[in-house]
């Protein structure tokens, strides 16, 4: 599996961005699929996951209710549409990919995504 991210860039605090995920090299619409960030001397962790299916979407607390993730199975796409953006929100945004269940321990775990893309940087000035 090929993972390609973009849509990064520079915008003010209270923006917005919009990050799409392209993917290749199998069957899409098998594929859960998550975004994971990570700022200059930190962690990379979880933001957003959408389940294969669509079913199940799972959010990180900092950013539930300002970030939408969604899948266009028809375009082998998913978006992360990023409103009200704050400077902690800075960071490298990865997307990454798994086969099989996603539940919301797995879904949202760095740990079980087999394929990474390269990242995309958003900077978020004040």
């Known amino acids: 599996v090929q993972l390609q991210a973009s849509g990064g860039g520079l915008v003010q605090a209270g923006g917005s961005l919009r990050l799409s995920c392209a993917a290749s090299g199998r069957t899409f619409s098998n594929l859960n699929i998550a975004w994971f960030r990570q700022a200059p001397g930190k962690e990379r962790e979880f933001v957003a996951a959408?389940?294969?299916?669509?079913?199940?979407?799972y959010y990180a607390d900092s950013v539930n209710g300002r970030f939408t993730i969604s899948r266009d199975n028809a375009k082998n796409t998913v978006n992360l549409q990023m409103n009200n953006l704050k400077t902690e929100d800075a960071a490298d945004y990865y997307c990454a990919a798994r086969l099989g269940q996603c539940s919301a321990a797995v879904c949202t775990g760095r740990k079980y995504y087999r394929y990474w893309g390269q990242g995309t940087l958003v900077t978020v000035s004040s």
């Open positions: 959408i389940a294969w299916d669509r079913d199940n979407t």
